[in-house]
Structure formats: C-alpha cells, structure tokens
C-alpha cells in the first residue's frame, strides 16, 4: 500500500524509483564495492535499499545507525553495532533459507555469535572486531558463491565510534573483502561525505571507486500521480484541485506525501484536516531533529535557519539578521556554521543563494522555532 508510513519493503509499494533501483541493483550485480544513497530527508532512501537487496536475492544486513547512536546515549559501540547486525540477520532467516544462504553455517564461525531459539545473538564479553566478522563472511560467500550486503543506513552516524575508524574499516573491507558490497545511506549528505573522504589524499577511502544513487523529489506531476494511484489503491475518489494543493504545500517529497495519503485516505480525515494533520505531525518530527541537529551553537545556527526560513537569502543578509539576534560573530565562524547547514541538508545554495528544501522545515522555522 502507497499510503503505508513505514519504509517500504516491497517492489510494488515503490513509487517511480525505477531507475534508481536498477541502478543500485546493477552496481550489486557487477560486484561494486561501495554504494552511497543520497538525498534529503524522508524522500525514500530507507525504502528503495530494503526493496533493492530483498530484490537482489543477495544475503544482506541492514544496520541502522542513527537508531543506534540515539539510543545508546550519542555513541556507536561496537557492541551495540554488532547487535544490530545480529537482528538484521534474525529478521531475515526466512530469506535467508530461500536464497539458500546457510546462517547457521556462517555465524557459527564467527567468534562471539551464536544461533539461539529467538535468532542470531552476540555474546556479552564478545572480542571479535567487525573487521573479523565481515572476514569470515567473506571468506564463506567465496566458498559459496555469494555475495554479501551490508547496509549501514544513515552512516555519517559512525562518525562518533569512540576512537573507531570506520573510514580506515571500509577501505580494508573494499581492498581485502572482494565478495562484500556495503551501502551506505544519508540525509547529511555533506556529513557523510566528510565522514568517508574519498577526496581526501590523507584519508583511508581516498580514491576508491563508489557508485552514488541519488533520490531527488517527485516533480509535479509525478507527485500527483503518486497522489492518485494512492487513492485508487483506497478506492477513494478525491478532487484533482485538492491534490494540486497538496502538492504545491508539500512539493515533491514521498515521504510527507504519503502522510497526507495515510491521514486523509486511512485515517479518513478531510483534506484540510489532512493537510493540518500532516504539517503539524511531521513538524514535531522535524522539530526534534533539528534541535538534536543544532543543539552544538543553538542560537546561532537558529538565527541563520530563522533568518532563511523569513526570506533572507544572501550571505551578508542572514549574517545581519544573525548578529543583530545572537550578536557579533566573525565572518569565518558565520560562514562554517552556514555552510554545515548546508552539509546537513537543511539548507542549499543554488546561484549563491541559500534556500530550504524542505516545505515542512521551512514552515518549522517561520512558525514554530523561537530562537
Ligand atoms: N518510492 C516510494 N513510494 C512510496 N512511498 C515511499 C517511497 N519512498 C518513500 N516512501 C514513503 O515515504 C516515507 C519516507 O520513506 P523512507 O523512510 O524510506 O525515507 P528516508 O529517506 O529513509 O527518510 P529518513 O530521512 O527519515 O530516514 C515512508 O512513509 C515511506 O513509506
Ligand atoms: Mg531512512
């Protein structure tokens, strides 16, 4: 169902992503060692990797790392991620079967996992590093003939991993492990991209060859025809006019789309309900978000979003709105704080103006944010 607010999971559910699940898919197929899935918030990246690896009939984990790092107090331990993969693979054993793919086989090697009654479990005190664990994949999916996925879902999270280098891991993975493929997905684009540093000669990825997938907006007319298939999935008959609203409020992203489909169409409220509903919902969503996102210079990384969301788009603008809120700062400080901004996805510079994307933050920030 397109209304279903969850990622999804099946071809079916994917709206107009064709393309770009080919495209994944082919980089799998041709044996690619790095996969980057970009794009801003909720326009899909969870979905279209679920879809693709079940897809692929290739054994996979998915980890998701924000998850992690929110709840385990803002760091990535290790442990904790190799829980993680432990889940992954219990969610997954039916697959697994199917594709003939033997995980019992596989974790018994790797020190520190076992096969329990409820799935796939790590040992409390367990030693192994990732780097062993994903060696023992390897090395089996070389005997076998497989290849293997692992999917770190909004990695830029890794970054915080105590002294952990993952960047260092995955360049060992890509050179050493030839039947692993990792994917990597981020709403921070610029952050993950500082994170993995390919274009960085001191850096362990530097020069690695990677295949980025990137999920733009539905246009206009795409946006609508989601819109309607959607509806007629629900047997619904809506009115073209209300559906061409919808779309110029919330202007091509799936993922607020399809909360106006599930509140309007599933919840059975009326379309200016649905509206209220979605803008209020998911800017409690946002909001939190963003807090978390800004808490490290709140007044000041506030004032710039405060100033872009009232109009103000030239530098020199939003750094007068900027110091007369939050007082004198320097050039060089306004401009790193703006510019991460912009690494975060919550602002873009188009022709040497800043602008927000996201119909949803904007309205956050002109209507709910006090800096
Ligand atoms: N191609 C699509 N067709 C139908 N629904 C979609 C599609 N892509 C995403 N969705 C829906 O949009 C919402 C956001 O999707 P998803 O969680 O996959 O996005 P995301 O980019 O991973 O978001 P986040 O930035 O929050 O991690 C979900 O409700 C999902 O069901
Ligand atoms: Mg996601």
Redesign the pocket.
């Known amino acids: 169902m397109?209304f279903?607010?969850?990622?999804?999971i099946s071809e079916e559910?994917?709206?107009?992503?064709e393309k770009e699940l080919n495209e994944i898919l082919e980089a799998l197929r041709l044996g690619e060692g790095i996969i980057l899935v970009t794009?801003i918030?909720?326009?899909?990246?969870?979905?279209i990797v679920n879809v693709a690896l079940r897809k692929s009939n290739l054994p996979y984990v998915i980890v998701d790392v924000r998850k992690i790092f929110f709840e385990y107090g803002n760091v990535i331990h290790r442990r904790a991620l190799f829980s993680a993969i432990a889940d992954s693979f219990t969610k997954n054993m039916k697959f697994f079967e199917k594709i003939k793919f033997k995980v019992k086989d596989v974790i018994g090697r790797i020190k520190g996992f076992y096969v329990s009654e409820v799935g796939v479990e790590v040992e409390p005190n367990i030693s192994s590093k990732l780097t062993d664990i994903l060696e023992v994949i390897d090395d089996w999916c070389f005997r076998n003939g497989f290849r293997f996925v692992v999917a770190f879902d909004?990695a830029q999270y890794l970054r915080f991993a105590g002294g952990v280098r993952y960047d260092g891991i995955f360049a060992w993975v890509t050179d050493n492990l030839r039947n692993i493929s990792i994917i990597f997905?981020g709403?921070e684009v610029g952050v993950l991209r500082d994170f993995l540093k390919f274009d960085d000669p001191s850096a362990p990825l530097y020069g690695r060859h990677y295949r980025e997938v990137v999920l733009n907006r539905f246009n206009k007319e795409t946006s609508m025809e989601f819109l309607k298939k959607g509806f007629e999935e629900l047997e619904m008959k809506v009115e073209e006019e209300e559906l061409e609203e919808v779309v110029n409020k919330l202007d091509g992203i799936?993922?607020w789309l399809?909360f106006y489909g599930y509140y309007r169409g599933i919840q059975g409220l009326s379309h200016k309900e649905a509206i209220n509903e979605t803008f209020e919902k998911c800017s409690r969503l946002v909001l939190e978000e963003l807090q978390r996102v800004i808490e490290p210079s709140r007044r000041r990384y506030g004032a710039i979003l405060k100033a872009v969301s009232l109009g103000y788009t030239k530098w020199s603008d939003i750094k007068d709105y900027v110091t007369i809120k939050a007082g004198y700062i320097t050039d060089r400080r306004f401009s790193m704080l703006l510019n991460k901004l912009v690494k975060y996805n919550y602002l873009i510079k188009e022709d040497g103006q800043y602008k927000i994307p996201d119909p949803i933050v904007k309205y956050v920030l002109k209507e709910k944010f006090q800096i």
């Open positions: 397109l279903d607010i969850r990622p999804k559910d994917l709206f107009n992503r794009g918030r909720r326009i899909g990246k969870s979905s909004e997905t709403s799936v993922g399809t």
